[in-house]
């Protein structure tokens, strides 16, 4: 009864998850005064759109990650 297995996944298997649930790794960098205001609001009318087929804790919002 106490056998535990270590979980173990291969690359190739990884893309193919990724693939299968349209997973990507995106950065966007750079200074915020470089994006003009006529981007930042088209982003901000299309969040809405992108974002609604997803439950709130499905959204990261990478800024407080710590990734960067």
Do not use: H, R
Request: proline share 1%.
């Amino acid at each position: 009864m106490g056998m535990e297995q270590e979980f173990k996944v291969s690359n190739e298997c990884l893309e193919k998850f990724k693939i299968q649930y349209n997973i990507k790794g995106m950065a966007v960098c750079g200074e915020s005064g470089e994006v003009c205001e006529e981007t930042v609001q088209s982003w901000k009318e299309q969040l809405s759109v992108i974002l609604a087929g997803y439950s709130p804790q499905d959204i990261l919002n990478m800024d407080e990650t710590g990734k960067f």
